[in-house]
């Protein structure tokens, strides 16, 4: 039975956990040259309606490194869900490929490839969600503390898909989670509502970025405007400009605290370039790290 990886709570612990060992063994033997060609002679179709750097770069190296093909499909090659129905694209798909990755405004066309595809599809973003990113998040944090237990992460910005995707995280693994957010942009209700429901982590709301950092592992930020909000920036750049994650924030937290940033970042507004560069920043080991894990998810859904 196929298995599609849409959000993080397709995921037990059990399986995450698992997933960030197979993640780790993979960096191991990237680093070192060995061949790792579990996945040889399979195909990938990447289906893009947003523009990507990272994700687009990462899945096709990780494929490549993995044995296989990755086929970028730009929004002009498809026009999904309007040249040709989101359905039939999963169907034929599945004829031609042995996965799909997807990075999609509407999370329901991220479903739907997922009810309709009978191969392995991945959620590569979409409005709601950003699966994907955390995990790779979550390695690099692991790898930087040496284990996640006790762990405290504050996330400071917009209540978007970063957020709910950490919220999810919390609902499978441990933690505590600060979110300063400004009122009027909190996460999605219902995804906020089922992890306070698991009891799996302690979630707390703040709309002072000061008070939420005191005493973190973890300082997470994000764009104020996502792709496709560009209408909304300058609004937006007012109302946040008090959640810029810089020097004097970082005053109120631990003195060894991590700084991470799931880029691109607009340096000078959500961050700055002393935090962005500077010595607590784990920035690019956080962007390396999504190779990494996305070849484990490929592996654990794609491996025949």
Not at 65 to 75: C, D, E, K, N, R
Not at 135 to 144: A, F, K, Q, R, S
Not at 206 to 233: C, H, L, N
Request: charged fraction near 25%; aromatic fraction near 6%; include cysteine.
């Amino acid at each position: 039975m196929k298995k599609d990886f849409l959000a993080i709570t397709d995921l037990s612990s059990e399986e995450i956990n698992d997933m960030f060992t197979l993640a780790s063994d993979l960096k191991k033997k990237t680093k070192s040259g060995k061949k790792h060609h579990v996945l040889n002679g399979q195909t990938l179709a990447m289906i893009f309606q947003k523009p990507s750097a990272r994700t687009r770069v990462s899945f096709e190296v990780g494929m490549f490194q993995l044995g296989g093909h990755a086929l970028y499909l730009s929004p002009n090659d498809i026009g999904l869900g309007k040249r040709e129905s989101v359905a039939d694209i999963a169907r034929v798909f599945s004829r031609y490929n042995d996965g799909i990755m997807a990075r999609v405004f509407s999370h329901n066309d991220v479903l739907e490839l997922g009810q309709y595809a009978s191969v392995p599809v991945i959620n590569g973003l979409s409005d709601l969600l950003h699966p994907c990113q955390v995990m790779g998040d979550m390695l690099t944090i692991l790898e930087h503390r040496g284990g996640l237990d006790g762990l405290k992460l504050t996330y400071i910005g917009d209540g978007n898909n970063l957020a709910n995707s950490w919220l999810n995280m919390a609902s499978r693994i441990p933690m505590q989670l600060h979110l300063a957010i400004p009122e009027g942009f909190d996460p999605d209700k219902e995804i906020l509502s089922k992890v306070k429901d698991s009891n799996c982590s302690e979630i707390k709301m703040f709309r002072d970025p000061k008070e939420a950092v005191q005493g973190v592992d973890v300082i997470y930020t994000d764009v104020w405007a996502s792709m496709g909000q560009e209408s909304e920036a300058e609004k937006r750049k007012k109302i946040f400009q008090e959640y810029q994650v810089n020097n004097q924030l970082l005053k109120n937290a631990a003195t060894d605290v991590k700084v991470m940033h799931c880029l691109p970042a607009h340096r000078g507004d959500e961050i700055t370039d002393e935090v962005m560069d500077g010595p607590h920043s784990i920035v690019f080991d956080e962007a390396e790290n999504r190779l990494h894990i996305q070849k484990a998810i490929m592996v654990s859904l794609m491996k025949k």
